[in-house]
């Protein structure tokens, strides 16, 4: 029997020469790796290339991506730069993950969850929002639409921003309270103008897709994206994540990063590698911030799974294909990462076994274990938890949400697994699901 574990990450010797190098160099904290790590990332953003000379035009892609120490960090840090807070409303998908909500509820804004389409898009089958309960949910307190790109699949942004664009009307920019912070709130509310699109991309980093009819990356589509680099992503620094904006008419890049840095680093106006100019110690604290910044150390591991993400990608690529012929085989539905417009990141690889019910569902994930195979559930929908369930939601009011979560299974699909892995894992999917009498 094989043992095939859920997603343990692919760390190789480039990335421990490179930590062992951080760690040698007497620079372990947000230093020059993280800076070079945030231009190489502006630029993958950009180009989809990951080898960008970005050192000989530094400031072409400086100030476009901020590293930090999570996803829900750069969350948190995209509705505070807007300046959402209490009074406001964030919708946010009923099927996700709790940090899409959380970073809103942190904020002291209102979460306003929305149902996901019967099945998810008709296409893919990403459990994307349905786009009529969404315009519905938008009122004049509605600040931000937080998309998720589910599994590395890019969401229907176009459709979103059509809608923000029709209420446009009952959007009403906040006022500055008079602070550097609030003032800058205030100047990205009046020239985004309608309610912001953010998007959750913790899963999508290097996915791509027709926007306005342009191929467009992962990160270049919504106003403001956050991704993760958790260790079980597709690209990992052990804990981390990054923000990224599209640029703003009138607000100046470098503003809006140096407050991500503010409020990164408790609103210390110099950081460490500032203070270490001779004579500089005096530094102000301008607002009473969080401490989320990235260390060198972690982004001495993305500077190296940079470099190997366009071939780890293509091994997913690769994955999933042979994941979709047994599926297509045995007549499950999954998620379809690439059509011709979207290339997803292939992060998940989401299954539904037709007609089957949570408890015969559960089986299978207990059979597939038996066999060594582990297997996951993405997601959940929030309105079943505690916490969300004792802000007063009910997941009797997301119907498609929770028949979709009922017959799901996440496989296991990472760059870790060999061919023949990928081999037992649609065996023991064939078995499993024949020795059920399900298919
Ligand atoms: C959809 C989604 N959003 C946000 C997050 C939070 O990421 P992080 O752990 O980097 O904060 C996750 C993590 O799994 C996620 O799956």
Request: with cysteine; hydrophobic share 40%.
């Amino acid at each position: 029997m094989r043992k095939i574990s859920f997603s343990p990450p692919d760390i190789t010797e480039a990335e421990i020469q490179e930590v062992a190098e951080a760690l040698r160099s007497g620079w372990i904290t947000t230093g020059p790796r993280t800076k070079l790590l945030e231009r190489r990332l502006a630029a993958f953003i950009e180009t989809g290339k990951n080898d960008v000379d970005t050192e000989s035009d530094v400031s072409r892609w400086s100030n476009r991506v901020v590293c930090l120490n999570s996803a829900t960090a750069a969350e948190e840090l995209n509705l505070r730069i807007l300046g959402i807070g209490p009074g406001d409303e964030v919708i946010v998908p009923a099927y996700t993950y709790t940090a899409t909500a959380s970073a809103a509820i942190h904020c002291g804004a209102t979460v306003v969850f929305v149902d996901i389409q019967k099945d998810g898009d008709a296409i893919t089958h990403m459990p994307e929002m349905d786009y009529t309960a969404l315009a519905a949910a938008i009122t004049e307190k509605t600040k931000a639409i937080v998309a998720v790109d589910l599994a590395g699949i890019i969401a229907d942004y176009e459709t979103i921003y059509r809608i923000v664009e029709e209420k446009k009307e009952l959007f009403h920019p906040v006022e500055s309270d008079g602070t550097s912070l609030g003032d800058l709130n205030h100047r990205i509310q009046m020239a985004i103008g309608r309610v912001a699109v953010l998007s959750d991309a913790a899963h999508s980093l290097g996915a791509s897709r027709t926007f306005r009819g342009e191929k467009k990356y992962c990160g270049a589509i919504a106003d403001f994206t956050s991704f993760s680099f958790h260790a079980v992503k597709n690209f990992t620094t052990a804990e981390g994540g990054a923000s990224t904006w599209k640029p703003i008419e009138g607000v100046d890049n470098a503003e809006i990063y140096k407050f991500f840095q503010l409020l990164s680093l408790h609103g210390q106006n110099k950081d460490a590698l500032a203070k270490t100019k001779l004579g500089a110690w005096e530094y102000d604290i301008i607002g009473p911030w969080y401490k989320c910044n990235m260390t060198d150390i972690m982004a001495g591991i993305g500077l190296r799974q940079l470099d190997r993400y366009p071939g780890l990608l293509e091994r997913r690529a690769q994955i999933i294909a042979k994941f979709d012929a047994t599926c297509d085989e045995l007549g499950i539905s999954h998620l379809v990462h690439c059509i011709n417009d979207s290339s997803s990141s292939g992060h998940l690889y989401l299954i539904r076994v037709p007609g089957i019910t949570e408890a015969q569902r559960n089986e299978v994930i207990e059979k597939m274990a038996e066999q060594g195979v582990a297997t996951n559930v993405h997601y959940k929908p929030l309105p079943m938890m505690t916490a969300y369930k004792a802000l007063g939601w009910n997941v009797e009011n997301f119907a498609n949400a929770f028949e979709y979560y009922c017959n799901l299974v996440s496989l296991p699909l990472h760059t870790r697994l060999s061919d023949e892995d990928v081999e037992y894992v649609c065996e023991t999917l064939r078995k499993v699901v024949k020795d059920m009498d399900l298919c």
